[in-house]
């Protein structure tokens, strides 16, 4: 038999000291050929650390050849605030379905699988979204009501998509998760933002952000887009 094993190291740093890091194994499934036909490896890990700025490091190391590691860096920023309405990043699911048995994509009692790319060939006609809605009930108090909007718009221009725009009431909470899909099966090639909004009783945004994505969608016009 055949197996893959990356080792994965995962390093926060403020100011040049290490904050927190986490480092893990993993392993493909077993093969009977060196050609492996099993899909992908997805994983994965959630980490606790306090709000500020970091600077974080990806290693990945294939544990079968002495090749170099191969390293990613970016700034991750951490800014969760408790007296005020925030929404988290906003993270596109490949699939969504009832837990049945508790895992590693487990959470709010769904299993979510993570879609992992900004861009949607034609073949994909399915935009799933997950989102949490925070501090609802501090700000707004208990049993309070508020709207959300999860929308799709035009990169560009800025104007909403009127076949992908949901909206819905809901009571003050301290978490609310949101999970939605559109179907994107007519929408056009282009740049566009999912947007997800907070708005109280008087219809002002108190928390919104956006994620942008592509479409590749060529069989479809323009012109059948609606822009409102």
Partial sequence: FYQGVIEVTMVFKKEDKIITFSKVDLST???NDSIPSSPNVIDIQRIAIPNGEYDFE????DKNTTKDA?????????NHQQNVISISGIQLM??????????LFTK????MYPYISDFFPEKINTLTVYAEIYNTSIVYGDSSEYLYRIFVEDFESGRIVSQLFKMKKET?????PIIQSFDISK?????YNLVVEVRNKENKVDAFNKFFFQRSNPSVSNQSIDLT
């Avoid at 191969?70 to 951490?78: E, L, N, P, Q, S």
């Avoid at 929408?187 to 740049?191: E, V």
């Fill in 94 to 103: 490949n699939k969504v379905e009832p837990t049945k048995s508790p895992n």
């Fill in 172 to 176: 003050s909470s301290k978490v609310k």
């Fill in 108 to 111: 709010h009692n769904y299993d």
């Fill in 187 to 191: 929408l056009p090639s282009g740049n």
């Fill in 29 to 31: 499934p077993l093969e």
């Fill in 70 to 78: 191969t390293i990613y860096k970016d700034k991750i920023v951490i």
């Fill in 58 to 61: 990806i290693s990945l190391k």
